[in-house]
């Protein structure tokens, strides 16, 4: 609810600081007192547009702040929550214009964007006048309000996530069915790959090897030939080997004049006898070399297959076989996502059934209650001063199709007159008749979840005598579900609030005219409700009748 309203410089007021309380709320005052700034504050206040015009004269700026209590409103906390604007049980709103015409808008000190602010002042306030924030005007609230009505707000909700999860896996199907003619090239191309790799009968150990082998296979002829003159020049008679096994022996004679000389001693036997190994080494290799220019030829071929693989997938000859390997896997994917889509389609279809049964189930209840609903607010708005006068919930089917909320479209069609057609409820031309029409609905959906604070700007237009006190206790009889604030002219209207302030007008040669706004107490209260039944000259008789109203209304 609304508890403080604090303007400063905006129009005719110069300084306000207000406090409203539960429950209905009066507000009255002479006729161009400026009833209507509350309003306006408000409405500033929320998010409604604004232009230096309303800032006071001689001033820089206008300042205009709410504070609610919202501690158990929990579509408020939300979406603070959401949109990070933390709060401790409050909520303000504050909005600043300059005479430069820029505006700057808070909610609880944090800087927002006016479209924030608007939001979050349709989940505050609610008013029904000739303004802006007639939510009631709007399909979608009308809608919120039938199903609040019609109890069916759970039902909508798991509706909704039935729409959500259709919507989700329909968006990856077609993401998967955008993508599927490049798919199918790619996994051609793929298993034509896969195909050449296979037919190439890659071994890990050959693809090691088969270079080295083709290097010595093609110089064999002049390996045969080096290696053969190297163990010539080794074990030829006076070759290398038998000089070092002389020189060997020579050495391990001159040990016996002198020992220190064991070391070099075992140095040259050590290296005549690793001689020896390397011409054993060297004699079997050469036994195994052959000239085979069959191999050759098979060896320059099968390498000149694995080079031009390795080219193709840009690869070195010794890492075919993984690219084979991730070959696989690309296509094994692939084939997991085709199965996906399969399994994608099914569940859509089971969404889209849930769906159809949830939206058959909830536009029954709707069509039952919006009968219901059509003939309550007809009577009430009777109740108000307007015979002749038919409300009526219109129902139409969407076209075919997954729906957010259902699967129809509902509008509120309303006739003022006998004879008129209903129309849409936003055709009405008439502000106060328009603001019965909603006082009706709203007094109907009183059990419904709406925004806290409804305000009420002049209902009573054309209307007296009886039919006022109908909708004085109308608005009272709302006001124990929500905050009510009526601004009024009627005497009948005002004895029902809880509150009453009254809205004055001054003018000053200093600073001009300046409206202030009042709490009454029970006397003060009694005068201005006095004032509205009697004009100018109040007697003692419209102070007796305005003491009666107001204890009557009490």
Do not use: W
Not at 342 to 354: F, I, M, P, R, T
Not at 373 to 399: Q, R, Y
């Amino acid at each position: 609810m609304l508890s403080q309203l604090s303007v400063k410089n905006l129009a005719v007021v110069d300084q306000l600081e207000l406090t409203l309380e539960p429950g209905m709320s009066s507000v009255t005052g002479e006729t161009g007192s400026g009833k209507s700034i509350l309003v306006q504050a408000l409405s500033f206040a929320l998010g409604s547009r604004g232009d230096s015009s309303i800032v006071r004269n001689g001033k820089e700026k206008a300042e205009v702040s709410a504070v609610f209590e919202v501690e158990k409103n929990n579509k408020v906390q939300s979406y603070l929550q959401k949109n990070e604007l933390e709060d401790e049980g409050e909520c303000v709103l504050r909005r600043v214009i300059g005479k430069d015409g820029r505006s700057r808008a808070f909610i609880n000190g944090s800087s927002v964007a006016l479209s924030t602010m608007r939001k979050l002042g349709s989940l505050l306030i609610d008013m029904h006048g000739q303004n802006e924030h007639q939510l009631l005007l709007r399909q979608d609230q009308q809608l919120e309000l039938l199903d609040g009505y019609a109890k069916l707000d759970k039902q909508v909700y798991d509706l909704n996530i039935a729409v959500s999860k259709y919507k989700n896996v329909r968006e990856k199907i077609e993401t998967l069915n955008k993508n599927q003619d490049t798919i199918l090239l790619q996994q051609e191309i793929l298993s034509h790959h896969l195909i050449e790799l296979n037919d190439a009968a890659l071994e890990q150990k050959e693809l090691d090897t088969i270079e080295t082998d083709y290097k010595v296979s093609a110089n064999a002829k002049s390996l045969i030939e080096k290696i053969a003159e190297i163990l010539g020049q080794i074990d030829s008679e006076g070759g290398t080997n038998d000089q070092l096994v002389n020189l060997s022996n020579k050495l391990t004679k001159e040990l016996e004049i002198d020992p220190s000389l064991s070391d070099t001693a075992e140095l040259l036997l050590s290296s005549q006898l690793q001689l020896q190994e390397c011409s054993y080494n060297l004699s079997n290799y050469l036994s195994s070399l052959s000239i085979d220019e069959q191999r050759i030829s098979y060896l320059e071929d099968r390498l000149g297959e694995l080079h031009n693989l390795s080219r193709k997938h840009n690869c070195g000859i010794t890492e075919l076989l993984k690219i084979k390997d991730s070959i696989k896997d690309k296509l094994s994917e692939i084939e997991t996502k085709g199965g996906s889509i399969k399994g994608l389609v099914e569940e859509k279809a089971k969404y889209e059934s849930d769906y159809r049964l949830k939206a058959e189930q909830i536009k029954q209840i709707r069509t039952d209650k919006a009968s219901k609903f059509s003939k309550l607010v007809t009577k009430t708005m009777h109740e108000l001063g307007m015979p002749g006068s038919e409300f009526m919930v219109n129902i139409s089917d969407k076209k075919e199709g997954i729906y957010l909320n259902g699967s129809e479209s509902i509008e509120f069609l309303v006739k003022i007159n006998t004879g008129q057609k209903l129309m849409p409820l936003n055709k009405v031309a008439s502000g106060g008749e328009l603001s019965r029409v909603s006082l009706a609905i709203s007094v109907v959906t009183a059990d419904s979840e709406y925004a806290p604070t409804l305000i009420f700007d002049e209902v009573d237009v054309g209307i007296s005598g009886a039919i006022a006190e109908v909708v004085g206790s109308k608005l009272k009889e709302l006001s124990h579900h929500y905050q009510v604030i009526s601004i009024t002219h009627l005497a009948q209207v005002a004895s029902f609030g809880r509150q009453h302030l009254r809205v004055v007008k001054v003018q000053k040669e200093d600073c001009g005219a300046k409206t202030t706004v009042e709490e009454l107490t029970n006397d003060d209260r009694v005068q201005e409700v006095a004032r509205i039944l009697g004009g100018v000259t109040i007697t003692e008789k419209a102070r007796n009748a305005a003491a009666e109203m107001i204890n009557k209304s009490a």
